[in-house]
């Protein structure tokens, strides 16, 4: 089926050029960094996670993100979600191979990952976040590509591939909760110690990425004649708001925490990311930003004049995705950081050769989503016409 990729009109081609273009920029900019090493970017000995960790957090939960189309849709026998599923485990395939290559950019020396399976450490976590988003990767992969075959046949799907498509629900679910615990097991880092940690980062998740899918979707009906259905958008409209509307409060709770119980270590960070501390304020617009944009657009999208208009839906789902990237993909990792356990202050601030091997990463992510969608897209129209 792959060789459906390769037919597309003038538009087609041009988006895949562009994106080709950025991925030649920002292997470039690898090069350099394998050559120079970890000093091409920002980081340092007090800031040792910067914006690869950051995008590599962010996306394990967009990743995981797919799952709310998964389960309504084999458990819940909702068959609005039928044309759209397959698009949800195509995304985690994209978000997955996006994070893996982060991982590999901030190991400076990829030979490094080596070390993870010549020597394993079951008692660390890095050991199980790298099993669970493999065999996640693994899962999409097979149950999304033997589903979409088997309906270019026109056929039912093997027998074997429930059991796997099963299995990959409860697996999204790890995914996204062992990251969370790389973070919350870290005792000398007051912000990210927290019991909520894995259930923010879920509540998160099932926002950022069903409005990201919810925004392709809206492209491809736009330009690829492609409707998902009114029902299975107004569905994950809903599902958006409540994550979303749950993540703020969750986000509300640390505040609560912090600031009620006067914890230093919480305040601190806090105080930093919103208001700035000792002259220190690279982030507070940055975070203010995410904070504002992500009430008006949880607001939004329970508002049905809204979800009625494509372009409002749109742009009410950016909004929420780019939230939820500043406050999960900026603040929440640099925030960890910064103070250190000493008290220090040292800001990070990405290179440029460091933002081009993120920008390299997300339009190599964007180019596999493209290349699955036109097969998705050219197999539903043979099938339905």
């Known amino acids: 089926m792959i060789d459906k990729a390769l037919k597309g009109d003038a538009r087609y081609w041009i988006w895949l050029t562009f994106l080709l273009g950025i991925m030649t920029l920002g292997g470039f900019s690898y090069v350099q960094q394998f050559h120079y090493g970890l000093g091409y970017t920002g980081m340092s000995r007090d800031v040792s996670w910067g914006l690869y960790?950051?995008?590599?957090?962010?996306?394990?939960?967009?990743?995981?993100?797919?799952?709310?189309?998964?389960?309504?849709?084999?458990?819940?026998?909702?068959?609005?979600?039928?044309?759209?599923?397959?698009?949800?485990e195509f995304m985690a395939i994209a978000a997955v191979s996006m994070c893996l290559m982060f991982i590999l950019a901030d190991l400076g020396q990829p030979m490094r990952v080596l070390n993870v399976i010549l020597h394993p450490t079951p008692h660390s976590m890095l050991f199980w976040d790298m099993i669970v988003l493999?065999?996640?990767?693994?899962?999409?992969?097979?149950?999304?590509?033997?589903?979409?075959?088997?309906?270019?046949?026109?056929?039912?799907?093997?027998?074997?591939?429930?059991?796997?498509?099963?299995?990959?629900?409860?697996?999204?679910?790890?995914?996204?909760?062992?990251?969370?615990?790389?973070?919350?097991?870290?005792?000398?880092?007051?912000?990210?110690?927290t019991a909520i940690m894995a259930p923010r980062f879920l509540a998160s998740a099932f926002a950022a990425g069903p409005a990201l899918l919810l925004i392709c979707a809206m492209v491809m009906k736009k330009f690829a004649n492609?409707?998902?259905?009114?029902?299975?958008?107004?569905?994950?409209?809903?599902?958006?708001?409540?994550?979303?509307?749950?993540?703020?409060?969750?986000?509300g709770l640390e505040f609560f925490t912090a600031y009620y119980s006067n914890i230093p270590g919480h305040m601190r960070t806090l105080d930093y990311?919103?208001?700035?501390?000792?002259?220190?304020?690279?982030?507070?617009?940055?975070?203010?930003?995410?904070?504002?944009?992500?009430?008006?657009?949880?607001?939004?999208?329970?508002?049905?004049a809204v979800r009625k208009n494509?372009?409002?839906?749109?742009?009410?789902?950016?909004?929420?995705?780019?939230?939820?990237?500043?406050?999960?993909?900026?603040?929440?990792?640099?925030?960890?950081?910064?103070?250190?356990?000493?008290?220090?202050?040292?800001?990070?601030?990405?290179?440029?050769?460091?933002?081009?091997?993120?920008?390299?990463?997300?339009?190599?992510?964007?180019?596999?989503?493209t290349l699955l969608y036109k097969v998705a897209i050219t197999v539903d129209r043979q099938v339905h016409g």
């Open 226 to 251: 492609y409707d998902p259905g009114k029902k299975a958008v107004d569905k994950l409209c809903t599902i958006i708001s409540y994550a979303a509307l749950t993540n703020l409060f969750f986000i």
């Open 273 to 304: 990311l919103f208001w700035g501390l000792e002259g220190h304020n690279n982030l507070v617009p940055f975070m203010r930003f995410s904070m504002i944009l992500g009430i008006i657009s949880a607001i939004l999208i329970m508002i049905p």
């Open 134 to 193: 493999n065999v996640y990767l693994l899962l999409n992969i097979l149950c999304g590509w033997v589903i979409l075959n088997s309906e270019a046949k026109e056929v039912p799907p093997p027998k074997w591939i429930k059991p796997l498509v099963y299995l990959s629900i409860p697996w999204a679910v790890s995914i996204h909760t062992v990251t969370a615990f790389l973070y919350a097991g870290l005792p000398g880092r007051h912000f990210l110690l």
């Open 310 to 369: 494509d372009r409002a839906l749109v742009a009410t789902c950016a909004g929420i995705f780019i939230s939820l990237l500043i406050d999960k993909g900026v603040g929440l990792v640099l925030g960890g950081f910064v103070p250190s356990p000493l008290e220090y202050i040292t800001e990070y601030v990405p290179t440029f050769g460091e933002i081009m091997i993120t920008a390299g990463i997300w339009a190599t992510g964007f180019f596999i989503l």
């Open 53 to 88: 960790i950051a995008q590599f957090t962010f996306f394990v939960g967009v990743a995981a993100g797919g799952v709310m189309l998964v389960l309504p849709y084999y458990l819940h026998d909702f068959k609005a979600f039928g044309r759209i599923t397959v698009l949800g």
